[in-house]
């Protein structure tokens, strides 16, 4: 398929909506939507082919993580490399992020978990007006709230994720799959079920990703999702969303991740 043909809006829009429209929001152990075959097959392929190369990234010195922020503001020194990407794959990627992610698949995703979001807003709006929040939202304005630009992440050498809820201005969490071939049965995502939520006094005071662990609070692995090519998972960021995962020693874990947030395009991701 053409590039012109493959960043076709409608053409994306159309088929996203159809796989959404039939998609099961699933409530235990935490409210969760997962989709196989989210993207018509030639749109995913040209993704796939469009992955950044690894030197572009942002590596942690264990060498087990790397982070590519698809962004050239300042704001997230793990954007660096985006600015070398050549036109053309960053011309796809601008579309994946600003057009199929903000435009296309977060609305829809914001209508199926609507009660949690309105309900981790209104949390949110009561301890910013009780001056608790001290690091900035763009998204306090207004109360407005979009898909962030994200990030490519690659994770590999057996590093683990351990079992967590995502910084306090996301609203939900968005994971595509980009595994290289079929993919395994390991290495997606690991929802737990924790034996109580966390406390949200504790989470918002900094904003930060907060682990059960840290807070004394036993999860218990109930689902490993599968890591197939053009998967979705989706879930939204509640107290009890306990979530993990585990990259293969031999292979790469590849996923972009991008949040529904109360964050602005200028503020780290």
Known sequence: MPMSSALDERRVRTYVEDRLSVARRIDE?????????IFEPAFYELL?????????FKRDRAGRKYDL?????????????YERLPPELREVWDFFVFTVNRRIVAP??????????????RQIQDAFHAGLIAYPMEGTRDWAYQANVGRFMIR????????????????????HYF???????????????????????????DGSTKYFHDAGVACEEVLRIPFRPNTLVAFPNTLNAAHGAVAPSAALRKVFQYHISLKGDDEKV
């Open 29 to 37: 152990p935490i409210p969760h939507v997962l989709v196989e075959g």
């Open 48 to 56: 796939a082919a469009s992955w950044p190369p690894l030197e572009l």
């Open 69 to 81: 922020v698809p962004s050239s503001r300042a704001a997230d020194a793990r954007s660096a490399g």
């Open 108 to 121: 829809l995703l914001n209508r199926i978990f609507e009660p949690e979001i309105q309900a981790r807003l």
């Open 156 to 175: 590999g050498n057996g590093y683990e994720l351990k079992p967590h809820v995502d910084s306090m201005p996301y609203l939900v969490t968005v994971l």
């Open 179 to 205: 595994p290289d071939g079929p993919g395994d049965d390991h290495s997606g995502t690991i929802i737990y079920k924790a034996e109580r939520p966390l406390d949200f006094l504790d989470c918002v005071q």
